[in-house]
Nanobody
Framework: QVQLEESGGGLMQTGGSLTLSCAASERTKRLLSMGWFRQAPGKEREFVAAISWSGGNTLYADSVKGRFTISRAQATNTVYLQMNSLKPDGTAVYYC???????????????WGEGTQVTVSS
């Protein structure tokens, strides 16, 4: 199994920026995609962004497109989420996940980190 560990969460004012990191426990050549999801209190987990490991192709939720950037560092088995122009609705626990396919669906991702809290003040 792939173990994932997120870091970089914290408190930020509206309009600020944060970068989240997700370190995988092993090389990811067997994986086709890694992604980020978020879950706000009382809400369902929602897709944020995904990236194919080999080609670096990206997929974004419409709500974050143009503000968030997903990237990966293959040598260190790490995926990043650069979040700019943060809004209060960005307050959530952010989860890193891995999937054998490129997808925006929660069910397609079988490995999950424990999450990192991001709080955006109004």
């Amino acid at each position: 199994q792939v173990q994932l560990e997120e870091s970089g969460g914290g408190l930020m004012q509206t309009g600020g920026s944060l970068t989240l990191s997700c370190a995988a426990s092993e090389r990811t050549k067997r994986l086709l995609s890694m992604g980020w999801f978020r879950q706000a209190p009382g809400k369902e987990r929602e897709f944020v962004a995904a990236i194919s490991w080999s080609g670096g192709n990206t997929l974004y939720a419409d709500s974050v497109k143009g503000r968030f950037t997903i990237s990966r560092a293959q040598a260190t088995n790490t995926v990043y989420l650069q979040m700019n122009s943060l809004k209060p609705d960005g307050t959530a626990v952010y989860y890193c996940a891995a999937s054998p396919q490129m997808s925006a669906a929660v069910a397609a991702f079988g490995s999950w980190g424990e999450g990192t809290q991001v709080t955006v003040s109004s």
